[in-house]
């Protein structure tokens, strides 16, 4: 069951008083976080532009575009929970933007770009626990997470992935008797040389499969189990999917007997 199904049910007789005050709750809640929300991405627009220049410049990153209007469908979802029941802000959660805050300082201090995006979505999360209460951040707590998948981050994997996809591309070569040598991303068989590059590490397949099975999970399943392991799924396949992708490359040229004295890219 999902977080959703786990709140008490409101009685039919007193449905319709209970929607009509949740919707004005919600638009009160909803105009808080909207001035608020957009007055923490003015303080920090460098950081935003930043993001977006990202969203709209990387191949890895233009699914960017998509999470918000994803986020939406999943809040309509629970729209029949959000008519019955009203937000109760909890405004000692803004005690939690304080340590935030220090971090963000400290990495600010570090130049580092990817946390400091991290750090501001980390103060609109406590935003919307703020203004919504636990109740209510915990049944929309799928859809607003969601959201940390604005921030273009991951690309610290790139060289990880592409330690990975050369030792399992050796590893099924040598399973299949290929004649095979390796120095890190540089493969090396009797027909050529290969390298597994920064752009075939499969950083983008990652990202998008998590940022898509997240929605997924969370459309097909209640369980939170359910969901952790297709979340888990959607972060394990793509990367053993590109392992084999890169190793069918390098077979192909061994059985097409083909020589190549060039590195091409895997």
Known sequence: MSDVDLLPPVPAAAAAPAAAAARRSWAAAAATIAV???AILLLFHDLVAHAVG???????????????????????QRRAWILLHQPRPEF???????????????VRFAA??????????????????????WPAYRALAWPLLYLFFLVPSGE??????????????????????????????FITIPNGN?????????????IASLAFGALYADVM??????????????????????????FGIVYLAHLTATRRRSKPTI
């Open 194 to 206: 290969f390298e597994v590059a920064e752009a075939c590490a499969g950083v983008r397949f990652l």
């Open 92 to 106: 000692r959660a803004l005690w939690l933007m304080l340590p935030i805050g220090i971090g963000y300082l400290l």
């Open 36 to 38: 608020a929300a957009a």
């Open 221 to 246: 399943y209640r369980s939170p189990w359910r969901r952790a392991l297709f979340l888990a799924l959607s972060a394990v396949v793509p990367v053993i999917a590109n392992g084999f992708r890169a």
């Open 112 to 133: 580092i770009l990817e946390l400091q995006e991290l750090a501001v979505m980390g103060m609109l999360q406590v935003l919307f626990l703020a203004v919504l209460g």
């Open 54 to 76: 990202l969203w709209i410049r990387s191949q890895v990153f233009n699914h960017c575009f998509l999470i918000l209007p994803m986020a939406g469908y999943m809040i309509w």
């Open 156 to 185: 610290f994997l790139v060289p990880k992935l592409q330690d990975f996809t050369a030792a399992f591309s050796v590893g099924m070569l040598q399973l299949v008797h290929v004649p095979v040598w390796s120095d890190g991303t």
